[in-house]
């Protein structure tokens, strides 16, 4: 079964320095996403990317993060200047094209930041 | 926020029928009931969705009323492997060409051997 990888699974940073999160979205799907979730708290939204541009973006997501597709099966999450605050499970997730509801979202396993 | 009310916790015994109930009391006309489950702090996994019917596949069964107000998530024959949080998703905005999911803290459940 098709599935949404990421890497790392897990990485410690000093605060301040820059963090690259990424995944490979499933190879037919066009709609990716950033969500992330603070040990013991809700999953939250981040972003949304299609067609090579954000579509929405949440409050958490502000200047200091930054999505990319690089080239053709990447999608990037960059954090700019870390904060202890960013320490959390960031899940990356893609969804077919297709117009309607009933469109299904698929996550992959994550990224644990710890920020230090 | 989530529009929907979960109970925070449940028990099941192993090999019995887990069913979990959701509450979505203002549920629109064209939004969809999701249900996903959240291993341990892993991925979050896709089970089952639906809008009005009633909805089966190799995971599990969705039972939504009638009035769409409430639904159920059974699944059939529970197993150790079961044992996580459910979410109950039905407030999915649209943005232009993409959605987003917005999460509750979902009903852990237990399933004890």
């Known amino acids: 079964e098709p599935e949404v990888t990421q890497t790392p699974s897990h990485q410690v940073t000093q605060m301040g320095q820059e963090v690259i999160l990424r995944c490979v979205p499933i190879s037919n799907h066009l709609y990716f996403y950033w969500y992330r979730q603070i040990l013991g708290q809700k999953v939250e939204f981040l972003v949304s990317f299609y067609n090579n541009e954000i579509s929405e973006k949440s409050e958490i997501f502000d200047d200091q993060f930054s999505v990319e597709r690089p080239d053709g099966s990447n999608f990037t999450l960059k954090i700019r200047s870390t904060k202890l605050e960013d320490s959390a499970m960031y899940f990356c997730?893609?969804?077919?094209?297709?117009w309607g509801s009933g469109n299904t979202i698929y996550f992959g396993e994550g990224s644990w930041l710890t920020v230090v | 926020d989530a529009k929907t009310t979960q109970p925070p916790s449940m028990d099941c015994a192993e090999g019995r029928a887990a069913n979990l109930p959701c509450n979505h009391s203002t549920i629109s006309g064209n939004e969809y009931v999701y249900w996903y489950r959240q291993i341990h702090s892993q991925g979050p996994q896709y089970i089952i969705h639906g809008l009005k019917n009633n909805e089966t596949n190799e995971m599990a069964s969705l039972i939504i009323t009638e009035d769409r107000k409430s639904s159920t998530l059974i699944l059939p024959h529970a197993t150790l492997r079961d044992t996580a949080v459910y979410y109950c998703i039905v407030r999915v905005e649209w943005a232009g060409n993409n959605r987003k999911l917005i999460w509750g803290l979902g009903t852990s459940l237990a399933v004890n051997p």
């Open positions: 997730a893609s969804s077919e094209a297709r």
